[in-house]
């Protein structure tokens, strides 16, 4: 283990690097190192194998060695010891995470899971996103009250309180989000959930910012995440290292997530699961917590295509043999798509290939409670599934999506997918989605309640 | 033989930094012309290495390292230039806002500017708006150019065209946004000059907040299905379908 106050070092006294130099490097040494061990992007098999998963976590050990990872507040680079990245991954083998959450009968875990577990990952919801002072509460409502979503990883935030922009290091980012801890109670209270956890702090995420709502009494250890994630392409600064150590002191989870690009700096999906990979060690190296979520995207925000399936796969399954943490990822579709029956099948095409690749929680963004529910079924169906029979369904809901994709134009506001009054689906949606449901399971999804 | 622009050109655009710099310097020498070598030679060899990048034979790497092929290049030519040599583009100042930590975004913008002909001063990350002022009167920019991904920060766009307004430097400076969250509605409502949904399409708009034409094909990238708003017709003239 890496002592966090080793950090101040490493970021006051490691290399003095031009950013465009650290991204070349960063791009040409996982090009290197992808060559190296045979490692290659297949689209015909979305669930990695074994030989594939380890290859990728060799290359992520000798990426982060090698490459370090960028202190953008000194322009100097952390360096790692091969051998101390070693023991930092066994260390995290030894001691799968579980990781507890939520209070009394809302008590939830966040644990360690292969991908041939049986028993399926924890539903961590999330009405993610941008939401209106007037929708808030229900849409947060819509989650809460469906039984099956255990907690939240991630809730709204509001993109103005009346007059009031939220600006992130000024009085107004902590006045936006103490309206919204008190908007999330009365969420938590009329769905008769008052414990569950609740996740990141969402618009509060400065250190002082995340400091002040956490004293406000809202908000605790159980039912909190705070995120330090490293940006991509292995960028950092004093604010995670801050919120780190505010974590550890405090008992909060560290929210750990790793991203990368594909088409950027990485080129595949093969370059973007070991960068993800030695992002997520990197992460780990400081933070020290227990679950880790993984969003891998293109460089134009598109996501659950083959690319990014077979992307974090790679990255999920090398956690899964070598790091012992639990993973998770948004389960969901592109933006444009929210609250679409598209979005369902992409969220679909996530379901089968994340469940069979370790998946342990899912953040679901972008949707409404009824789609949390059909989630959480798909997962319970899901959960067991061999790598074989899981890419065929992978394939088969890809080639679905393949014929909507072209078709979508945007997403549905959450007002038209619910009424906000009695927090119920509106009845054409609610058939869209239950339509889409029967599709799926026709092509052989299965859905568990 | 003395050497050719077309041979430049395939070094930039083969990313063989030394061999572009050596010919560079040996064309100097023998007398070449400054004026063919920059456009024939070295901005062509940026533009084939955009164009390898819009078809997907080149990545994000090979965009920075064509920049970092063409300026030592450039700095060598520049004082041989003749006076009335037609300059950049435009000059644009850009980097991420204040709380906002992303630079893959904004990188990708001053890359694609750059290969289009545009003088970008990469500001850097988490920067108060009067910081971006002041380089912009110092580099004497067209263009301020605001980066910003989250809720938190898109604010502070609104911030620096409330100080330019204030500072009675509105009209001296365009100012574009862009990010994830950023949306062309948020541009407009905050009465900025353009917005672009992705790097390619911040090329056509920037040359026309600088007056250069933008013919049909750059007209396409810069309307999307979605996304017909890209500048702001109350500040700036129309361009011709």
Redesign the interface.
């Known amino acids: 283990m890496i002592p966090t106050i080793e950090f101040q070092q490493r970021a006051s006294r490691g290399p003095v690097t031009a950013?465009?130099d650290f991204?070349?490097d960063l791009?040409?040494k996982v090009r290197e190192l992808v060559a190296e061990y045979e490692i290659k992007y297949d689209a015909e098999q979305l669930v990695v194998d074994d030989r594939t998963a380890d290859a990728i976590f060799e290359a992520a050990v000798k990426h982060l060695a090698e490459v370090g990872v960028y202190f953008?507040s000194t322009s100097r680079v952390i360096k790692y010891d091969e051998q101390e990245i070693r023991q930092l991954a066994r260390e995290s083998q030894q001691n799968p995470a579980c990781v507890n959450l939520g209070k009394g009968t809302e008590r939830m875990q966040l644990r360690y899971r292969r991908g041939s577990d049986t028993w399926a990952p924890t539903n961590y919801a999330g009405p993610a996103g941008?939401a209106g002072q007037d929708w808030f509460i229900p849409y947060v409502q819509s989650f809460a009250q469906e039984p099956s979503v255990r907690g939240f990883g991630i809730v709204p935030?509001?993109?103005r309180l009346g007059n009031l922009?939220?600006?992130?290091?000024q009085l107004?980012?902590v006045t936006v989000a103490l309206w919204e801890q008190e908007a999330l109670r009365e969420a938590l209270k009329r769905a008769g959930r008052l414990d569950m956890n609740l996740g990141l702090l969402c618009?509060a995420?400065?250190p002082s910012g995340t400091m002040a709502v956490m004293a406000s009494g809202y908000r605790d250890s159980f039912n909190t995440q705070i995120g330090i994630h490293i940006?991509?392409?292995q960028?950092l600064?004093w604010?995670p290292l801050l919120l780190s150590q505010y974590c550890e002191l405090t008992g909060v989870e560290p929210w750990q997530s790793a991203m990368s690009?594909i088409?950027?700096?990485?080129?595949d999906a093969a370059d973007v699961a070991v960068v993800m990979l030695a992002n997520a060690i990197a992460q780990l190296s400081y933070a020290k917590g227990g679950s880790m979520s993984y969003f891998p995207s293109h460089?134009?925000?598109t996501w659950a295509t083959r690319a990014s399936h077979w992307a974090f796969s790679g990255a999920g399954r090398a956690a899964e043999r070598h790091l012992g943490l639990a993973i998770g990822t948004s389960i969901s579709g592109i933006d444009?798509a929210w609250r679409t029956p598209l979005s369902l099948w992409q969220s679909a095409g996530v379901v089968v290939t994340s469940v069979a690749s370790g998946l342990s929680y899912a953040w679901i963004a972008g949707h409404t409670g009824l789609e949390a529910r059909l989630i959480g079924q798909m997962m319970n169906g899901c959960a067991g599934m061999a790598p074989g029979p899981a890419n065929e369904l992978a394939q088969k809901i890809m080639r679905k999506v393949d014929e909507l994709l072209p078709r979508q134009?945007?997403q549905l506001p959450f007002c038209e997918a619910y009424d906000v009054n009695t927090v119920k689906p509106r009845p054409e949606y609610e058939k869209a989605m239950l339509q889409t449901r029967d599709e799926l399971a026709a092509l052989g999804m299965p859905f568990v309640e | 033989m003395p050497v050719t622009p077309n041979e430049i050109f395939d070094a930039v655009w083969k990313l063989q930094k030394k061999k572009a710099f050596d010919l560079v310097q040996q064309g100097l020498a023998e007398g070449v012309d400054p004026v063919a070598m920059l456009k024939e030679g070295v901005i062509a060899g940026l533009q084939e290495v955009g164009r390898r990048f819009g078809v997907g034979e080149y990545f994000l790497a090979e965009l920075v390292m064509s920049g970092k092929v063409a300026e030592p290049c450039i700095d060598l030519i520049n004082p041989y230039l003749p006076p009335n040599t037609e300059g950049a583009q435009g000059r644009v100042v850009i980097g991420a806002v204040t709380g906002d930590l992303h630079t893959i975004g904004y990188g990708l913008v001053t890359t694609q500017l750059e290969l289009n002909g545009f003088e970008v001063h990469k500001l850097g990350i988490d920067l108060p708006s009067m910081y971006f002022i002041d380089k912009a009167k110092e580099h004497k920019a067209d263009i301020i150019g605001l980066s910003a991904f989250l809720v938190t920060t898109i604010p502070y766009c609104k911030e620096m065209v409330g100080y330019l307004e204030d500072m009675g430097l509105r009209d001296k400076y365009k100012v574009i946004i862009g990010g994830t969250e950023c949306t062309a509605d948020k541009a407009d409502a905050m009465d900025v000059d353009g917005w672009a949904l992705n790097a390619v399409a911040s090329v056509p708009l920037c040359k026309h907040l600088c007056g250069k034409p933008v013919d049909v094909a750059e007209l396409a990238r810069a309307r999307t299905h979605d996304h017909t708003w890209w500048y702001n017709s109350r500040r700036i003239k129309g361009v011709a379908a």
Do not use: I
């Not at chain 1, 088409?263 to 080129?267: D, E, K, M, Q, S």
């Open positions: 950013v465009d991204d070349l791009a040409f953008q941008v935030g509001l993109a922009d939220p600006k992130a290091g107004s980012e618009t995420s400065t940006m991509p392409e960028k600064s604010n690009c088409g950027g700096l990485c080129r460089l134009d925000g444009k134009e945007k």
